[in-house]
C-alpha cells in the first residue's frame, strides 16, 4: 500500500509540473456518519440470523494537494464501527464492533462548487470485540490488522468558495477488498465473527466491512507555488 501512495504522489507531480499548473495546499477537518455493517455471504444465508442495520463514525483531519480542478486528497481518520445480528428466535442481540486508524488516498476532482472522489483506503484494526446481551468479549486476535476497501464519493460546497475557507457536505461509500477475519479465526475451532459452525456449513466465506453514509469537511487554504514576477524562481505563497 505504501507503493500505491507513492505512485499517486508521483502521479500527482508529474501532473503539476508536466502541465505547468499551479499548486495548491489545503487542509481541514473531517467527520462522516452513516451505516456500517461486515457483510458476510454465508450469514446473509443463514436461517439462524438476521442483519440489523448498524451504524458508526469517523473523525479526523485532510492535507490536499492541488492542480487546476484534480488532486490528491489525503485523510486521517479515527474510525468506530459495528454490525449487529439478532438471533432469528429473538433470543439474544449479538454486535460486533472495532475501531481503527484509517488512512486514505483519494484523486478528487473539484469544479462547479462540487466535487468527485475515488482511491483505496488503509485501515490499521486497533480493538475488535463481541457484544452479546451487554456482556463483552475482546475478539482483536480473530481480525487482521490491516484493512483495504475502495472509496467513491461525492458532495459540494455549503459554505464559502473562494479558496481559503469552505465547508463541504457530502456521500461516501466504501467496500473491503479483504476479509476482516484472520487465519486463525476464520479456523474451524472458532468461526469468527460469529463463533458459529452451523453458519459456515457450506462452507467459509470473507467478512468484507462496508460504510455508506454522510461526510462534512471544514477547509482552510493554506497557500500555493507561484512565480511572483516573470522569470522569477517558483516559491511558496500564503494565501
Known sequence: MKHLIALLFLFATLQMFGQKQIVWF?????????????????????????????????????????????????????STAKQEFEIANGTALKTVNWSALDVYALFRNAKNLGYFEIGPKVS?????????????????????????????????????????????????FEYGITDMINASGAASTV??????????????????PVFAGVVFELNWGVGYFGKAQCGARSKFIMF
Open 191 to 208: 468461526n469468527a465473527p460469529l463463533r458459529d459452525a452451523a453458519v459456515y456449513a457450506n462452507g467459509y466465506k470473507k467478512s468484507n
Open 26 to 78: 489545503d487542509v481541514g477537518l473531517k467527520a462522516q456518519y452513516g451505516a456500517t455493517g461486515l457483510y458476510n455471504k454465508a450469514i446473509v444465508d443463514s436461517k439462524d440470523y438476521n442483519y440489523k442495520v448498524s451504524t458508526g463514525y469517523s473523525f479526523g483531519g485532510k492535507l490536499g494537494i492541488n492542480f487546476g480542478y484534480n488532486g490528491l486528497a489525503i485523510d486521517v481518520m479515527k
Open 124 to 172: 490499521f484494526l486497533s480493538k475488535a470485540e463481541d457484544d452479546v446481551d451487554g456482556s463483552t468479549v475482546e475478539r482483536t486476535s480473530d481480525y487482521n490488522k490491516n484493512n483495504i476497501a475502495g472509496v467513491i464519493g461525492f458532495g459540494a460546497n455549503i459554505m464559502g468558495n473562494d479558496g481559503r475557507f469552505s465547508g463541504i457536505l457530502g456521500l461516501r
